[in-house]
């Protein structure tokens, strides 16, 4: 019987993608460029066995939101063409539930754009070090979302993948050269209402990239005076490298994180690799990540072994299916699912979570 209800949802799904594959793409300029409206709902069924000990283990049937978005962006020229006021507001739509998402709860920004000069902008966005890894990974808002590992400890999942509040950014492109530096006054805005701690609660990001050809590399550090939850001042650095063909890429990625606070299962370094290949009009890719040992502590570390397949039914219409699993060492219990798909997957130590997952995505 369960069986038999697990497929008539999947072929729901399906005859819902069919649905939509025949909506047409909405450029949705409402004032020009003055005040641009566009989002992503990315919805997907998910069948996952969170493999805990006794009583709390669970495999089941779940529906997921995965960072479903409506934004709302913009640019005033001030001076002739050579400087633009911008701005947006962006924030996540939870499709699954139809609440609990909040107006500005993402990159959330207003400021200044120089003719040459680059981009300064103040607001709440993503640091330069969590988004190289988010470039990098093929597998964003899904099942197999590269958060479970990268930038996670191994026992309290997701850390180091983070927007900061009270931010400055600049960024600008040279060339082939990119370059982001962020400062915020406040990272966590730990004294809401009040002034902000610079001096306890600060945090600075930096990235650089450069690209040529088919070669895309790219690196970050972070460094937060306090990062909470008993870490203390924390800071990490990322290098990741990707080769893009036509029809095929190649990447790889590797980062180290350090604390000083009295949780250490943060503190060790990671690694990943993964590679797409096109057939016909249909991506195939593979994620693979590495959590080392933390600090102090043998058979801590743990590996993520996600594989999809990708496809548009129309250009704003996409699909996607995608397996993965993460294998804990009997001292971690880093996440099945975690960070940016909607509805996590906990574990217990040295325990082996699994996830399948079926969706679609309808951009505009």
Do not use: C
């Amino acid at each position: 019987m369960k069986t038999s209800i697990r497929t008539m949802a999947l072929s729901g799904l399906v005859l819902g993608i069919y649905g939509l594959s025949a909506q047409p793409a909405s450029a949705m300029e409402v004032i020009g460029k003055k005040l641009e409206i566009y989002g992503k709902a990315n919805i997907s069924l998910d069948f996952s066995d969170n493999d805990r000990l006794s009583p709390n283990d669970q495999s089941d049937m779940s529906l997921s939101s995965n960072s479903s978005r409506l934004g709302f962006k913009g640019q005033v020229p001030l001076a002739g063409k050579s400087i633009e006021g911008v701005y947006q507001v962006e924030q996540e739509i939870a499709i699954d539930r139809g609440n609990g998402a909040s107006l500005a709860s993402r990159n959330t920004f207003a400021g200044l754009k120089v003719a040459n000069a680059g981009k300064f902008i103040v607001g709440y966005f993503d640091t330069p070090f969590k988004s190289v890894a988010g470039k990098w990974s093929l597998m964003g808002d899904s099942v197999a979302d590269r958060r479970k590992i990268l930038g996670a400890g191994a026992l309290n999942g997701n850390k180091m993948n983070n927007r900061a509040h009270n931010a400055i950014m600049y960024m600008n492109k040279f060339g082939g050269l990119g370059v982001k530096l962020l400062y915020s006054t406040d990272g966590k805005d730990s004294n809401s209402g009040g002034i902000d701690d610079n001096k306890n609660k600060s945090m600075y990001s930096g990235s650089l990239s450069y690209k040529i050809s088919h070669l895309h590399l790219a690196g970050a550090y972070e460094k937060w005076k306090d990062l909470g939850s008993s870490y203390g001042e924390t800071t990490g650095y990322r290098l990741a490298a990707r080769w893009k063909a036509s029809a095929y890429s190649v990447g790889a990625i590797y980062e180290d994180i350090s604390t000083d606070g009295t949780a250490n299962d943060l503190d060790r370094s990671a690694w990943g690799l993964n590679g797409s290949f096109r057939v016909g009009k249909v991506d195939l890719r593979a994620e693979y990540l590495v959590a080392d040992d933390y600090e102090g502590v043998s058979d801590s570390g743990a590996t993520a072994a996600s594989i999809g397949a990708f496809g548009k039914f129309s250009k704003p219409v996409g699909w996607y299916v995608v397996y993965t699993q993460t294998a804990n060492d009997d001292n971690a219990k880093y996440q099945g699912v975690d960070g940016g798909h909607g509805d996590e997957v906990k574990t217990d130590l040295g325990r082996t979570p699994t996830s399948f997952s079926a969706g679609i995505i309808v951009k505009f």
